[in-house]
Structures are given as C-alpha cells and as structure tokens.
C-alpha cells in the first residue's frame, strides 16, 4: 500500500490504515517500537509497555501502597452510612 508522509506539529506522520490496525490488534495510543531495519522503518508492538491488568494488581504491596488508596478504602460507602438502603428513601412507603 502506497502512502505519504505528512506533517504533524513540529514533526513527521504516517497513516495507519485501519485494516492494519485491525490486523495488529492496535488503538489509539496503542504502545509501539520503531527502529529501522535493513533501511526500512518497522513498527511493531511494545509489549515492554503493554499493560497487564493483573501483572499490575500483583506488584502491589503494602510498602508500594499510595496513601490515598488506603485514606479512601478507610472511608465509610454510602451503604455504611444509609445502613445499605440503596433506593434512597427511608422507612416509608
């Protein structure tokens, strides 16, 4: 496939088209790798970056904590304080 390259603020872009975005699983902000091989620019997907939900859960520790997590789960929910009535309402009908 043909395409050109144009200018983007103080640099260079290139259009992805959507059936190769498609084809490599990519999004917007998808993290990627460029590097040059043999005189041909290929991207390829940084999976150094790629985010794992659960790899990121398992890093956390108490000494890696924020201290914000532990002031907000330490917080009384809506349910603590209206003793679960969910509807809003009171006793009445």
Do not use: Y
Request: glycine share 12%.
């Amino acid at each position: 496939m043909k395409n050109s390259i144009q200018k983007w603020g103080n640099s260079l872009a290139v259009r992805v088209p959507i059936t190769f975005v498609r084809q490599m699983g990519w999004g917007e902000n998808a993290p990627v790798k460029m590097s040059i091989e043999e005189g041909a620019l290929v991207i390829k997907t940084d999976r150094e970056r790629a985010w794992d939900l659960d790899a990121l859960i398992s890093g956390v520790t108490d000494d890696n904590l924020h201290p914000a997590w532990e002031a907000e789960s330490a917080a009384p929910s809506a349910e603590d304080t209206d003793g679960g009535n969910t509807r809003g309402g009171g006793n009445g009908p």
